[in-house]
């Protein structure tokens, strides 16, 4: 068992203005990987990397509608959103598509 | 492919597993679209069930359609999972049958793509290259970018227009507010402050993509907006209760009068799916917000809209299909559309909304086009001067 879970972050599509607009992001969460869901890395990433308007990422206690979320390139819609519970090594990208075209 | 078959046997056992054991404890009604009813084992556990939740975690779906490869997305509109491939045809096939059945373009006809760099007309110009290749439309292509003048932001995002000539080997055409009209949107910021400076951006973005195609003898103009983009225009007209916008806004190809023909080929696609399949196709866009539009009632009706599709993903059809089948009462006093007496442009009054907003800009009284003002027009005009009263209500208020 892990003692900790490493992670790739991505944020994308404008999403990155959020975050001193840095798009990628390799953290090490300090849970253990069997404790620790896609919920946990959210409140996280509140806490940690977020640098302005939180509002405009979290809402409530998922991401704000119009935030995608992939896990290793998958919809998160297909793996259990909030409750996926993540492994070591895995990429979770944030795409906002609430920015203009 | 023996792989693939043994995982989607076993995740069906697991699942039918997970049924037997824990079958109360999933309070998620079984949707018809998906045909093995796993999907809502995978997004619907409850307590009972985590002991398969280490598997299921883990546990790639399949593709509803091709039944092989691993899907890679939900699809909102039919709540399909499809892998990246059949994501794809789909997705491009049903841009084909939104171009087929509105009968959007003819052999021959040479189609702009108005261009900004963002998602929506990123994937649309790839989209219509491929289709048009792909089902031997016959037109000859090519993207029309509008230069507003706005630093920091459209600079930006014409380089990725640019990017996107040379990727998809198509002419380019970049007109400026400052060759059309004199005035760039950083110069109308600093008169008119951040207030208002949106209705001038939108009204003469409208005419300058009209200009350029005239310029290069376009036969149509198509639009990126999206199906997320047209619900919020049904939702805004009817909470501005702006009848004649609402009749009109949800039409996938605006007649021909007076003006170049307009059509919207991404009418039905989901903002999620554009993204998606930008992303996917690793397509090179833009997307930073305009730094100058708070536009506060629009994000509104947005943040609303996303709301509703998070809790059912039809609501954005659904919007646009209320929008379709609405009739206008016979008594309603609709706008007559005629001809601006100073451009040409179609227009209801006697000067067209681009000739006020600019005439304001002109004499420095900006608030001019801002609001209604058609009593004014004949003074414009017959270029007779305005009184002082006239005039302190037209300037911007200096706080």
């Known amino acids: 068992m892990a003692a900790s879970v490493s992670l790739q972050l991505e944020f994308s599509g404008g999403a990155e203005l959020l975050f001193g ?38 809402q409530g206690d998922s991401v704000r509608p119009g935030i995608l979320v992939l896990i290793n390139d998958a919809d998160w819609e297909l793996m259990g959103e909030l409750t996926y519970k993540l492994q070591d090594e895995d990429s979770i990208t944030f795409i906002s598509t609430l920015h203009g075209g | 492919m023996e792989v693939a078959t043994r995982m989607r046997q076993n995740r069906h056992t697991l699942m039918l597993l997970a049924r037997g054991c824990a079958s109360l404890s999933l309070a998620t009604e079984a949707r018809p679209e998906s045909n093995c009813g796993c999907a809502e084992l995978l997004t619907g556990g409850g307590g009972g069930t985590w002991m398969f939740w280490r598997n299921l975690n883990t546990m790639p779906v399949c593709c509803n359609s091709c039944l092989e490869k691993n899907a890679v997305l939900k699809r909102p509109k039919t709540g399909h999972s499809l892998c990246k491939e059949c994501f794809f045809t789909a997705f491009e096939e049903e841009v084909h049958q939104t171009i087929m059945s509105g009968q959007l373009f003819q052999r021959g006809e040479t189609v702009g793509i108005g261009a900004s760099g963002g998602k929506d007309s990123t994937v649309l110009a790839h989209v219509l290259k491929v289709l048009n290749e792909r089902h031997d439309y016959g037109l000859a292509l090519l993207l029309l970018s509008v230069d507003e003048g706005i630093t920091g932001y459209r600079d930006d995002s014409l380089e990725t227009v640019k990017r996107n000539q040379q990727q998809y080997d198509l002419p380019l055409k970049i007109v400026s507010y400052e060759e059309l009209y004199g005035w760039t949107m950083d110069d109308i910021v600093k008169q008119v402050g951040l207030k208002n400076n949106c209705t001038f951006c939108g009204v003469f973005r409208r005419q300058a993509l009209d200009r350029g195609a005239m310029i290069l003898g376009v036969d149509k103009i198509c639009t990126g907006h999206n199906a997320d983009d047209i619900a919020e225009t049904v939702l805004m007209n009817v909470l501005r209760g702006d009848i004649a916008r ?95 007496s100073r451009c040409g442009y179609i227009s209801s009054q006697a000067l067209c909304k681009a000739c006020v907003l600019l005439e304001g800009l002109n004499r420095g009284l900006p608030k001019l086009g801002i609001g209604k003002h058609q009593k004014l027009h004949h003074k414009l005009l017959a270029q007779e001067p305005l009184t002082e009263q006239e005039r302190r209500k037209l300037k911007v208020l200096d706080l």
């Open chain 1, 21 to 58: 607009g840095v798009k990628k992001h390799h953290v090490t969460l300090p849970f253990q990987s069997d404790a620790c869901d896609i919920r946990h890395l959210l409140v996280w990433i509140k806490q940690n990397l977020l640098q302005e308007r939180p509002e405009l990422f979290i």
């Open chain 2, 246 to 340: 609402l009749r009109r806004c949800t039409a996938v190809a605006t007649g021909s009068e007076g003006a170049i023909p307009r059509c919207k080929p991404l009418k039905y696609a989901y903002e999620k799916e554009i993204v998606l399949y930008a992303y996917f196709k690793k397509l090179d866009y833009f997307s930073t917000e305009c730094v100058y539009s708070p536009n506060a009632y629009r994000g509104h009706a947005r943040a609303f809209l996303k709301d509703l599709e998070a809790l059912r993903p039809s609501t954005i059809l659904d919007i646009i299909h209320s929008g379709e089948h609405l009739s206008v009462k016979e008594d309603v006093r609709m706008p007559v559309q005629g001809n601006c």
